[in-house]
Nanobody
């Protein structure tokens, strides 16, 4: 079983919505923090949102705050990203990632496990 696997990417219109899912292995879900990173063509990978598994504290980048919502489900060992009011600049490959210590830092080097990614495309 892959440690992290993403589902739910696809195409949406500007202003539309998509919901991403990330299913984790039991050990990986027990990590301190789970996050969604994204990487647009020609750009660096950036963290869009994160959630501390223990207490559900959430973190968002300024570019998605107010439009995206991250959540987790203990029973399903899953994490979700509800993306609303999508913009063309949200077009990217989205990755889920796990970090052990629960600090939910924003640097990619702080995360030890990554999914394969799922593509989100936003167009008129």
């Amino acid at each position: 079983q892959a440690q992290l696997e993403e589902f739910g990417g696809g195409s949406a219109e500007i202003g539309g919505s998509l919901r991403l899912s990330c299913v984790a292995s039991p050990v990986t879900y027990g990590a301190g923090c789970l996050a969604w990173f994204r990487q647009a063509p020609g750009k660096e990978r950036e963290r869009a949102a994160a959630i501390r598994v223990r207490d559900g504290t959430t973190f968002y980048s300024d570019s998605v705050k107010g439009r995206f919502k991250i959540s987790r489900d203990h029973a399903q060992k899953a994490m979700y990203l509800q993306m609303n009011n999508l913009k063309p600049e949200d077009t990217a490959t989205y990755y889920c990632a796990a970090e052990r210590r629960g600090f939910c830092l924003s640097g990619i080097d702080d995360y030890y496990s990554w999914g394969q990614g799922t593509l989100v495309t936003v167009s008129p």
